[in-house]
């Protein structure tokens, strides 16, 4: 039996500047994901210190489920009639008001074009119109504000008026249909990958059986892409609620109690906007409240980000 | 070539004369003459890509949703051109039925996969009447007594056989006069593939059969018709015992024997 000369096989590590590569390369990719990952961390202890000095000054119990909301705060502590109350009601109802409306633009033309973009256009057709339409996510969204101000409702006051109407210059409508509107693209995108995800096999059986086209799209293609379909319209809202500059620019900040689109309503991120620029005292229950806002907001938007994450996943396990 | 072509059964329910099939600028069959018999099985078989699961699609047109498809030269069924302009492709695929190479249940419940033919084309009156269907298509399928109890459980949550078993089912309920079977156990393993086989030959006194299949047993199996096809060509047709023992031309020869394919 022949040995082989095992000193002629070297398995020993040879050159240290591979290893040590290796492990700065690792090192650095760790470091990048975790920039996003400290600052979220960062920003969320930030709300939540923020927010627990004004839950001091305020109960939470005040903030939950007040109904009225006008952060005033005296600038001596002798001035008279000026504490403010810090209801957060009137603003959630407002940030529903105008997610609503905007849902209620953006859903049908959204899921529509989206199924007419998957099924029914031609190829060409489909490379112009879907570009054009992801167009409207490019918008700047300060630009839809000064639209939705200085267009959309001018246009609804005076429709409002010819009909006997009366609708306030900064409307709920105006900010809800812009903000709809500019939510298209994100509700159709989604749902197009959504329904391209329905497997061809469906349609071939369907097809096979003499369904016509309309038919397998509504009995077989959209049933099977509703829970895709519902996590897209929960990421669209979830991202209408956190919606800023529209409403700022075209809903007001007069915090109504109301559920008239036609009246002027304010949001919570309005708020928070308004009460953080300028000049402010970072000790004053005013300027925290903003805090406790944005930590409402943040865990809302989380929630429906979540529960939508999960139904998309678990639809697209249903197929792989 | 011709010579092989012309294998006419007496009661010719589908035919094609002179087909060429193009995807875009590719042909992918050239000049198809096939007769095929009523109430028999006929199996397509050929190396991959000889065009027989084209030729399959032809049958129902389910080729026009692919835009690039052209296909040349005339299809009867029954003596009608189903490519005239008169023909209405719903009807024709109502009684053209497929099923296909991997079992694609609707993600309904079993009942309402059976009922989905029937009710598009608004084929019952009644509830009982639909009931019917389901019932007769499922015991037809032979998956009656292993669903009967569960019929408002999806569809998909059956074993592959089973759900290939729900396809044949679903396709018969609409009461076709054909069903086209494209490789439909290359998705099975061998026991559910022999229950298939089964079937296939129980529903032959019915229906009329065009099964695609890779597996030249399978054909040698259930088939009383064989065509064999190579590089888009129509090699030779006639009784699967002639194709298997006596084929006619090399190609053939060499295809049953496995040295191409």
């Given at each position: 039996?022949?040995?082989?000369?095992?000193?002629?096989?070297?398995?020993?590590?040879?050159?240290?500047?591979?290893?040590?590569?290796?492990?700065?390369?690792?090192?650095?990719?760790?470091?990048?994901?975790?920039?996003?990952?400290?600052?979220?961390?960062?920003?969320?202890?930030?709300?939540?210190?923020?927010?627990?000095?004004?839950?001091?000054?305020?109960?939470?119990?005040?903030?939950?489920?007040?109904?009225?909301?006008?952060?005033?705060?005296?600038?001596?502590?002798?001035?008279?009639?000026?504490?403010?109350?810090?209801?957060?009601?009137?603003?959630?109802?407002?940030?529903?008001?105008i997610s609503a409306i905007a849902m209620a633009v953006a859903t049908p033309l959204g899921l529509l074009s989206a199924i007419y973009l998957a099924e029914y256009a031609s190829n060409p057709a489909r490379a112009i119109i879907k570009p054009l339409l992801e167009l409207l996510a490019g918008i700047?969204t300060?630009?839809y504000?000064?639209?939705?101000?200085?267009?959309?409702?001018?246009?609804?006051?005076?429709?409002?008026?010819?009909?006997?109407?009366?609708?306030?210059?900064?409307?709920?409508?105006?900010?809800g249909l812009t903000m709809g509107v500019m939510i298209i693209p994100l509700v159709s995108s989604l749902s197009d990958d959504v329904i391209n995800a329905v497997p061809q096999t469906l349609r071939d059986a369907s097809y096979?059986?003499?369904a016509t086209q309309a038919e397998t799209i509504k009995q077989v293609i959209f049933p099977a892409a509703i829970p895709g379909i519902a996590g897209s319209l929960l990421l669209a809202t979830s991202r209408a609620i956190g919606e800023?500059?529209i409403?700022?620019?075209?809903?007001?900040?007069?915090?109504?109690?109301?559920?008239?689109?036609?009246?002027?309503?304010?949001?919570?991120?309005?708020?928070?906007?308004?009460?953080?620029?300028?000049?402010?005292?970072?000790?004053?229950?005013?300027?925290?409240?903003?805090?406790?806002?944005?930590?409402?907001?943040?865990?809302?938007t989380?929630c429906l980000n979540v529960v939508s994450l999960k139904i998309v996943d678990r639809y697209k396990e249903q197929y792989d | 070539?011709?010579?092989?072509?012309?294998?006419?059964?007496?009661?010719?329910?589908?035919?094609?004369?002179?087909?060429?099939?193009?995807?875009?600028?590719?042909?992918?069959?050239?000049?198809?003459?096939?007769?095929?018999?009523?109430?028999?099985?006929?199996?397509?078989?050929?190396?991959?890509?000889?065009?027989?699961?084209?030729?399959?699609?032809?049958?129902?047109?389910?080729?026009?949703v692919?835009?690039?498809?052209?296909?040349?030269?005339?299809?009867?069924?029954?003596?009608?051109?189903?490519?005239?302009?008169?023909?209405?492709?719903?009807?024709?695929?109502?009684?053209?039925?497929?099923?296909?190479?991997?079992?694609n249940?609707f993600p309904k419940?079993?009942?309402?996969?059976?009922?989905?033919?029937?009710?598009?084309?608004?084929?019952?009156?009644?509830?009982?009447?639909?009931?019917?269907?389901?019932?007769?298509?499922?015991?037809?399928?032979?998956?009656?007594?292993?669903?009967?109890?569960?019929?408002?459980?999806?569809?998909t949550?059956?074993?592959?056989?089973?759900?290939?078993?729900?396809?044949?089912?679903?396709?018969?309920?609409?009461?076709?006069?054909?069903?086209?079977?494209?490789?439909?156990?290359?998705?099975?393993?061998?026991?559910?593939?022999?229950?298939?086989?089964?079937?296939?030959?129980?529903?032959?006194?019915?229906?009329?059969?065009?099964?695609?299949?890779?597996?030249?047993?399978?054909?040698?199996?259930?088939?009383?018709?064989?065509?064999?096809?190579?590089?888009?060509?129509?090699?030779?047709?006639?009784?699967?015992?002639?194709?298997?023992?006596?084929?006619?031309?090399?190609?053939?020869?060499?295809?049953?024997?496995?040295?191409?394919?």
């Amino acid at each position: 039996m022949q040995q082989c000369n095992l000193q002629t096989i070297n398995i020993t590590r040879n050159a240290v500047g591979r290893k040590t590569r290796e492990m700065l390369v690792i090192a650095l990719l760790l470091a990048c994901s975790l920039v996003a990952v400290l600052t979220t961390a960062g920003i969320i202890t930030s709300l939540a210190f923020e927010a627990f000095r004004f839950f001091q000054e305020v109960s939470l119990f005040d903030f939950l489920f007040g109904l009225e909301w006008s952060p005033q705060t005296a600038l001596r502590s002798d001035q008279v009639g000026s504490s403010g109350s810090f209801g957060a009601i009137p603003l959630i109802t407002g940030t529903l008001l105008i997610s609503a409306i905007a849902m209620a633009v953006a859903t049908p033309l959204g899921l529509l074009s989206a199924i007419y973009l998957a099924e029914y256009a031609s190829n060409p057709a489909r490379a112009i119109i879907k570009p054009l339409l992801e167009l409207l996510a490019g918008i700047p969204t300060v630009v839809y504000g000064f639209f939705a101000a200085l267009v959309i409702a001018p246009m609804l006051r005076n429709t409002g008026e010819t009909f006997g109407f009366v609708i306030s210059s900064e409307s709920a409508l105006a900010a809800g249909l812009t903000m709809g509107v500019m939510i298209i693209p994100l509700v159709s995108s989604l749902s197009d990958d959504v329904i391209n995800a329905v497997p061809q096999t469906l349609r071939d059986a369907s097809y096979g059986l003499g369904a016509t086209q309309a038919e397998t799209i509504k009995q077989v293609i959209f049933p099977a892409a509703i829970p895709g379909i519902a996590g897209s319209l929960l990421l669209a809202t979830s991202r209408a609620i956190g919606e800023t500059m529209i409403v700022v620019m075209a809903a007001g900040l007069a915090a109504n109690l109301t559920a008239n689109p036609f009246e002027a309503v304010t949001t919570v991120t309005v708020q928070i906007a308004t009460l953080l620029t300028g000049d402010q005292e970072f000790d004053s229950a005013k300027t925290l409240s903003a805090f406790a806002l944005g930590l409402l907001l943040f865990i809302i938007t989380l929630c429906l980000n979540v529960v939508s994450l999960k139904i998309v996943d678990r639809y697209k396990e249903q197929y792989d | 070539m011709i010579e092989n072509n012309d294998f006419a059964p007496e009661n010719t329910i589908i035919s094609s004369k002179n087909v060429d099939v193009f995807y875009g600028d590719k042909q992918a069959l050239f000049d198809i003459n096939l007769n095929v018999a009523e109430n028999s099985v006929t199996a397509l078989i050929g190396p991959s890509g000889c065009g027989k699961s084209t030729l399959l699609r032809c049958f129902n047109r389910m080729n026009d949703v692919i835009p690039i498809c052209r296909v040349d030269g005339s299809i009867t069924l029954g003596g009608q051109d189903i490519h005239a302009p008169n023909v209405d492709v719903v009807s024709l695929r109502q009684k053209v039925g497929m099923v296909f190479q991997k079992p694609n249940p609707f993600p309904k419940s079993i009942y309402d996969n059976i009922a989905y033919g029937p009710r598009i084309h608004g084929m019952t009156a009644s509830k009982a009447e639909l009931d019917e269907i389901v019932e007769e298509s499922l015991k037809r399928a032979g998956l009656w007594n292993e669903v009967m109890d569960r019929l408002d459980k999806p569809g998909t949550g059956l074993s592959g056989g089973q759900q290939q078993r729900l396809c044949i089912a679903r396709a018969i309920a609409v009461k076709p006069k054909v069903i086209l079977m494209d490789e439909p156990c290359s998705a099975l393993d061998p026991i559910a593939t022999a229950t298939v086989e089964e079937l296939i030959d129980e529903l032959r006194e019915r229906f009329t059969i065009i099964i695609v299949t890779h597996s030249m047993q399978q054909a040698a199996r259930v088939s009383m018709h064989t065509a064999f096809f190579h590089l888009g060509n129509l090699v030779e047709h006639g009784a699967t015992s002639d194709i298997f023992t006596a084929p006619k031309d090399e190609r053939t020869q060499n295809y049953i024997t496995g040295r191409i394919g």
